[in-house]
Protein backbone atom coordinates (compact mmCIF):
# COMPACT_ATOMS: atom_id res chain seq x y z
CA UNK A 1 0.00 0.00 0.00
CA UNK A 2 1.35 3.50 -0.94
CA UNK A 3 0.23 6.37 1.10
CA UNK A 4 1.41 8.90 -1.37
CA UNK A 5 2.85 11.65 1.02
CA UNK A 6 5.39 13.89 -1.08
CA UNK A 7 7.84 16.50 -0.04
CA UNK A 8 5.48 19.30 -0.45
CA UNK A 9 2.54 18.07 1.66
CA UNK A 10 4.13 14.99 4.39
CA UNK A 11 5.09 18.53 6.61
CA UNK A 12 1.88 20.05 6.72
CA UNK A 13 0.17 16.61 7.09
CA UNK A 14 2.35 16.09 10.44
CA UNK A 15 1.98 19.51 12.00
CA UNK A 16 -1.82 19.25 11.00
CA UNK A 17 -1.64 15.31 13.03
CA UNK A 18 0.64 16.88 15.60
CA UNK A 19 -2.08 19.81 16.28
CA UNK A 20 -5.16 17.98 16.03
CA UNK A 21 -4.33 14.74 18.51
CA UNK A 22 -2.59 17.21 20.77
CA UNK A 23 -5.89 19.64 20.93
CA UNK A 24 -8.14 16.44 21.68
CA UNK A 25 -6.57 14.78 23.64
CA UNK A 26 -6.12 17.86 25.91
CA UNK A 27 -10.08 18.43 25.87
CA UNK A 28 -10.59 14.56 26.15
CA UNK A 29 -9.11 14.53 29.47
CA UNK A 30 -9.94 17.47 31.05
CA UNK A 31 -13.58 16.19 30.08
CA UNK A 32 -13.38 12.55 31.63
CA UNK A 33 -11.09 13.75 34.61
CA UNK A 34 -8.55 10.91 34.19
CA UNK A 35 -5.09 10.84 35.85
CA UNK A 36 -3.71 11.15 32.91
CA UNK A 37 -0.76 13.81 32.62
CA UNK A 38 -0.51 13.92 36.34
CA UNK A 39 -4.42 14.92 37.11
CA UNK A 40 -4.97 13.17 39.46
CA UNK A 41 -7.81 15.12 41.16
CA UNK A 42 -9.65 15.81 37.86
CA UNK A 43 -9.18 19.02 35.77
CA UNK A 44 -10.61 21.73 37.31
CA UNK A 45 -10.71 25.84 35.40
CA UNK A 46 -10.77 27.36 39.28
CA UNK A 47 -7.29 25.62 39.71
CA UNK A 48 -6.31 26.03 36.71
CA UNK A 49 -7.50 29.78 36.69
CA UNK A 50 -6.65 31.32 39.68
CA UNK A 51 -3.13 29.37 40.54
CA UNK A 52 -1.72 29.27 36.59
CA UNK A 53 -0.32 32.92 36.03
CA UNK A 54 -0.32 36.54 36.24
CA UNK A 55 -0.50 39.29 34.24
CA UNK A 56 -2.36 41.74 32.69
CA UNK A 57 -5.22 39.38 32.28
CA UNK A 58 -5.11 37.41 35.98
CA UNK A 59 -8.13 39.49 37.62
CA UNK A 60 -10.22 38.20 34.58
CA UNK A 61 -9.34 34.62 34.73
CA UNK A 62 -9.70 35.15 38.50
CA UNK A 63 -13.49 36.67 37.91
CA UNK A 64 -14.65 33.55 35.16
CA UNK A 65 -13.12 30.29 37.31
CA UNK A 66 -15.97 29.16 39.20
CA UNK A 67 -18.57 29.81 36.01
CA UNK A 68 -19.76 26.43 35.02
CA UNK A 69 -19.56 27.64 31.68
CA UNK A 70 -15.76 27.78 31.46
CA UNK A 71 -14.83 23.85 32.05
CA UNK A 72 -17.29 22.29 29.38
CA UNK A 73 -15.83 25.80 26.67
CA UNK A 74 -12.28 24.56 27.39
CA UNK A 75 -12.72 20.71 26.90
CA UNK A 76 -15.57 20.68 24.10
CA UNK A 77 -13.69 23.39 22.57
CA UNK A 78 -10.65 21.82 22.34
CA UNK A 79 -12.34 18.63 21.49
CA UNK A 80 -13.98 20.25 18.41
CA UNK A 81 -10.86 21.84 17.05
CA UNK A 82 -8.89 18.80 17.35
CA UNK A 83 -11.58 16.75 15.42
CA UNK A 84 -11.34 19.76 12.82
CA UNK A 85 -7.89 20.13 11.93
CA UNK A 86 -7.77 16.60 11.92
CA UNK A 87 -10.88 15.91 9.58
CA UNK A 88 -9.61 18.36 7.51
CA UNK A 89 -13.04 20.17 8.15
CA UNK A 90 -13.69 24.21 8.75
CA UNK A 91 -9.58 23.91 9.04
CA UNK A 92 -9.15 27.97 8.77
CA UNK A 93 -12.31 28.14 11.20
CA UNK A 94 -10.58 25.79 13.54
CA UNK A 95 -7.27 27.47 13.66
CA UNK A 96 -8.52 30.74 14.21
CA UNK A 97 -10.06 29.06 17.77
CA UNK A 98 -7.03 27.28 18.35
CA UNK A 99 -4.96 30.71 18.30
CA UNK A 100 -7.93 32.28 20.93
CA UNK A 101 -7.79 29.34 23.10
CA UNK A 102 -4.17 28.38 23.62
CA UNK A 103 -3.21 32.35 22.75
CA UNK A 104 -5.10 32.65 26.18
CA UNK A 105 -3.39 29.78 27.52
CA UNK A 106 -0.15 31.33 27.02
CA UNK A 107 -1.05 34.30 28.63
CA UNK A 108 -2.24 32.27 31.34
CA UNK A 109 0.51 30.63 32.20
CA UNK A 110 2.47 34.45 32.56
CA UNK A 111 4.37 34.85 35.34
CA UNK A 112 4.94 38.65 36.39
CA UNK A 113 8.48 38.81 37.83
CA UNK A 114 7.25 40.66 40.90
CA UNK A 115 3.94 39.91 42.97
CA UNK A 116 1.95 41.68 45.40
CA UNK A 117 0.13 39.80 48.14
CA UNK A 118 -3.08 40.96 49.99
CA UNK A 119 -1.19 41.44 52.68
CA UNK A 120 0.64 43.89 50.42
CA UNK A 121 4.27 41.85 50.79
CA UNK A 122 6.00 41.53 47.47
CA UNK A 123 7.63 38.28 46.31
CA UNK A 124 9.81 37.84 43.16
CA UNK A 125 9.30 35.08 40.73
CA UNK A 126 12.42 32.68 40.33
CA UNK A 127 11.82 31.87 36.66
CA UNK A 128 13.69 35.07 35.51
CA UNK A 129 15.65 33.47 32.70
CA UNK A 130 11.85 32.24 31.72
CA UNK A 131 10.75 35.88 30.86
CA UNK A 132 8.12 35.36 33.00
CA UNK A 133 7.10 31.61 32.03
CA UNK A 134 7.90 28.61 33.77
CA UNK A 135 9.51 27.06 31.03
CA UNK A 136 9.83 30.02 28.97
CA UNK A 137 7.55 31.80 26.68
CA UNK A 138 8.25 29.24 23.87
CA UNK A 139 6.75 26.23 25.25
CA UNK A 140 3.70 23.84 24.06
CA UNK A 141 0.71 26.81 23.45
CA UNK A 142 3.07 28.62 21.83
CA UNK A 143 4.21 25.84 19.31
CA UNK A 144 0.32 25.14 18.74
CA UNK A 145 -0.48 28.72 17.89
CA UNK A 146 2.76 28.80 15.39
CA UNK A 147 1.61 25.61 14.12
CA UNK A 148 -2.21 27.28 13.55
CA UNK A 149 -0.68 29.90 11.77
CA UNK A 150 0.83 27.88 9.34
CA UNK A 151 -2.31 25.62 9.18
CA UNK A 152 -4.08 28.79 8.65
CA UNK A 153 -1.55 30.57 5.91
CA UNK A 154 -1.14 26.76 4.08
CA UNK A 155 -5.26 26.51 3.98
CA UNK A 156 -5.93 24.25 1.08
CA UNK A 157 -2.54 23.08 1.04
CA UNK A 158 -2.59 21.56 4.14
CA UNK A 159 -5.77 19.43 3.36
CA UNK A 160 -4.52 17.23 1.05
CA UNK A 161 -5.01 14.12 3.34
CA UNK A 162 -8.62 14.97 4.67
CA UNK A 163 -12.39 14.59 4.88
CA UNK A 164 -12.01 18.19 3.48
CA UNK A 165 -9.71 16.76 -0.11
CA UNK A 166 -12.66 14.53 -0.30
CA UNK A 167 -15.73 16.59 0.11
CA UNK A 168 -14.50 19.20 -1.96
CA UNK A 169 -14.38 17.12 -5.32
CA UNK A 170 -18.12 17.27 -5.00
CA UNK A 171 -20.43 19.68 -7.55
CA UNK A 172 -23.12 20.28 -3.95
CA UNK A 173 -19.43 21.70 -2.45
CA UNK A 174 -18.35 23.53 -5.55
CA UNK A 175 -21.39 25.60 -6.28
CA UNK A 176 -22.23 26.65 -2.67
CA UNK A 177 -19.87 29.01 -1.28
CA UNK A 178 -20.85 28.17 2.31
CA UNK A 179 -20.56 24.78 1.92
CA UNK A 180 -16.97 25.84 0.07
CA UNK A 181 -15.62 28.05 3.20
CA UNK A 182 -16.68 25.24 5.86
CA UNK A 183 -15.13 22.44 3.74
CA UNK A 184 -11.82 24.89 3.54
Do not use: C
Not at 145 to 161: E, P, T
Not at 169 to 183: A, G, R, W
Amino acid sequence: MKIGLDANSAPLFLIRLFAGVAMFFAGFEKAIYTSWGGHTAGWSPASSLTNGGGGIFHSWFVSIAKDAWVGPLVFWGEMLIGIAILLGLTLRIAVIFGIIENGLFWINAYMPYSRVAADGTRSINPGVFGFGWANGPLELNAALIMMYIVLFIAGGFALKYSVANYLSKYEIVQKNPILKLLVN
